[in-house]
């Protein structure tokens, strides 16, 4: 069973960055892992993943460019820099872990089996 912690959210301005963690437990740290969010009223979205052991990227279009995933194996702690952003990019950002190790699955909430218990975060104009 795989245990995930997400910290780092916070209040920032328009323009802002933020860096997320989420520190993994409890598996092997050889997934396909993620980033959710959901804004108020609106349905949970993907962000980005990253395939564990081989490091490649997925970004949802609207981040590309400005957020970054990345992961420090040894630590089994996965991050995600968020650059320039804006009001809309508020939510609660999830991390997420899916039960395999060989591709990425579309980013839906479906094909991840473990999740965090999410952070907050808040951009204002």
């Known amino acids: 069973q795989v245990q995930l912690v997400e910290t780092g959210g916070g209040s920032v301005q328009d323009g802002g960055s933020l860096r997320l963690s989420c520190a993994a437990s409890?598996?092997?740290?050889?997934?396909?892992m993620g980033w959710f969010r959901q804004a108020p009223g609106k349905e949970r979205e993907g962000v980005a993943a990253?395939?564990?052991?081989?490091?490649?990227?997925y970004y949802t279009a609207s981040v590309k460019g400005r957020f970054t995933i990345s992961q420090d194996n040894a630590k089994n702690t996965l991050y995600l820099q968020m650059n320039s952003l804006k009001p809309e990019d508020t939510g609660m950002y999830y991390c997420?872990?899916?039960?395999?190790?060989?591709?990425?699955?579309?980013?839906?909430?479906?094909?991840?089996?473990?999740w965090g218990q999410g952070t907050q975060v808040t951009v204002s104009s």
């Open positions: 997420a872990a899916a039960q395999t190790s060989t591709y990425c699955p579309s980013l839906l909430v479906r094909n991840f089996a473990y």
């Open positions: 409890g598996g092997t740290w050889n997934y396909c």
């Open positions: 990253t395939l564990t052991n081989t490091g490649r990227l």
